[in-house]
């Protein structure tokens, strides 16, 4: 069973640029959530995914936006990055079951100079 | 509002020595709670989780963690912690209607000493 992976796992961008990062499912899980989580901090909820419907969103501006395609798999994309957008972005998807238990991938490491 | 709050940030033990990491949340309904372990430069690995039933919950690797409704807690233990044990763990809540989302505590880094 192939467990939640993402692409890049690395990135480094300037500001104002845009970038898009990507994320596949655990096979059998349509429900994907991203999350950023910032040097030394929890991780902050972005917004979830069902159904290719974002189905939440937390505390991010619009050019925090994502997208998801018929397999489940995801996009989150940024633009007008700001240096604060430095961080780990976390992708994590559930069950059609359970969307509570959410198994997380490797993240991308973004660094906006 | 819900939140959760690890009380300590940083907890240093010694090897073969037992731990408990505290978490409380904060929640007006029932909530789903979990424990994450993060290695260096990882993602979240899930630990062990409290959705109903027994308030003892058993997860991977030896921990375990108690749910404590009246003081709103859910303290991860491990009897006995070894080196490898070393890394930053999470505590995190979840409620329904919430638009999916998990509220994750600023992390605790437990660091095991030979």
């Known amino acids: 069973e192939t467990g939640v992976t993402q692409s890049p796992t690395h990135l480094i961008k300037t500001r104002g640029q845009q970038v898009t990062l990507r994320c596949s499912s655990q096979s059998g899980h349509n429900t994907v959530s991203w999350y950023q989580q910032a040097l030394g901090q929890g991780p902050q909820f972005i917004f979830q995914y069902y159904r290719e419907e974002e189905n939440g969103r937390g505390n991010f501006p619009p050019r925090f936006s994502g997208l998801q395609f018929p397999n489940y798999s995801s996009e989150l994309n940024v633009n007008a990055l700001e240096l604060d957008d430095s961080a780990l972005y976390l992708c994590a998807s559930s069950e059609p079951t359970g969307t509570e238990t959410q198994y997380f991938g490797p993240g991308t490491r973004l660094l906006v100079l | ?114």
């Not at chain 2, 731990?19 to 690995?45: A, H, I, M």
């Not at chain 2, 003892?56 to 690797?61: D, E, P, S």
């Not at chain 2, 070393?86 to 660091?111: D, H």
Request: charged share 15%; glycine share 8%.
């Open chain 2, 1 to 114: 509002a819900q939140s959760v709050t690890q009380l300590d940030s940083q907890v240093p033990v010694f090897e073969e020595a037992p731990v408990e990491l505290r978490c409380n949340y904060s929640s007006s309904v029932s909530v789903y709670l979990f424990w994450y372990v993060q290695y260096p430069n990882q993602g979240l690995q899930l630990l062990l989780k409290y959705l109903s039933g027994s308030t003892l919950v058993k997860g991977i690797n030896g921990f375990e963690a108690e749910f404590n409704k009246s003081q709103t807690s859910f303290h991860l233990r491990k009897p006995s912690v070894h080196i490898s044990d070393t890394a930053e763990y999470f505590c995190a809540s979840y409620e329904n209607n919430q638009g999916g989302k998990l509220i994750f505590g600023q992390g605790t880094e437990l660091s095991v000493k030979p």
